[in-house]
């Protein structure tokens, strides 16, 4: 069996002596001391969620822009018509044009990070569901990158807009920022995506709404937090 080695073993001392903590803010200031290893590690913030996904009014599912981004350099491609083009460069994407995208895709190139595309190209779009869905790329207008104002959907993917969906197990895990960050930037966006997951609340669901919420970085033992303290703080 395998063994943690020295760093995972001082950072996991440090959360279990913490136990449950009540204060968002304590909990970043913990996480960024558990994040010790050689590159800039991710945080996220993970629930487990009262909800059954499996009934389509249970369903939870956002989009929030994070106030101070992820911290990652997002690639975005727009697919729209030519005259489209030259909109969707001027607001920052990395890519746009239409049928020379598709065949590259359906070609197996994908050296993208997130796709916007318009109404009016969907029929193409659809063909590569089996390809973009899987990946998690496949544009949607629930999560605003199907659209028109593709300048907007650019721009905001750009300033570290970030979606969110439970899975099956009734679980959300969403990236925060990254270790570099400053305890005030990775409390803001903390903050500014807990408050949209308790907004997306569905009317359907019963009891408690979220069960369980840890905070942890992409190779650090997870910190755990008190739902009740943390929600109550986010609506004072």
């Not at 659809?126 to 907007?152: Q, Y």
Request: overall charge positive; charged content about 25%; some cysteine.
């Amino acid at each position: 069996m395998s063994k943690h080695g020295k760093r995972y073993r001082a950072a996991f001392d440090l959360t279990s002596k913490a136990g449950s903590v009540k204060d968002l803010a304590d909990a970043v200031k913990l996480v960024k001391q558990t994040a010790r290893a050689k590159f800039d590690e991710t945080i996220v913030v993970s629930s487990h969620l009262g909800v059954d996904p499996r009934h389509s009014d249970q369903l939870v599912r956002g989009t929030v822009v994070l106030p101070h981004g992820t911290g990652r350099s997002l690639r975005v491609l727009v697919l729209c018509k030519p005259d489209k083009v030259k909109e969707a460069e001027a607001a920052g994407a990395d890519y746009a044009g239409a049928e020379e995208y598709v065949q590259k895709i359906q070609g197996g190139w994908l050296d993208v990070d997130a796709i916007v595309a318009t109404p009016d190209l969907m029929g193409e779009v659809g063909k590569l569901g089996k390809i973009l869905g899987p990946r998690g790329l496949m544009p949607n207008p629930k999560s605003g990158t199907v659209t028109f104002d593709i300048a907007k959907a650019v721009r905001e993917l750009k300033a570290g807009k970030i979606e969110f969906r439970v899975d099956k197990g009734s679980n959300i895990h969403a990236p925060v920022g990254k270790a570099s960050f400053s305890e005030a930037q990775l409390l803001d966006n903390a903050r500014t995506f807990l408050r949209e997951l308790v907004r997306a609340r569905p009317a359907a669901a019963k009891g408690s709404y979220i069960k369980s919420l840890v905070m942890s970085a992409t190779m650090g033992p997870a910190v755990t937090l008190d739902p009740a303290a943390v929600t109550a703080d986010l609506s004072a």
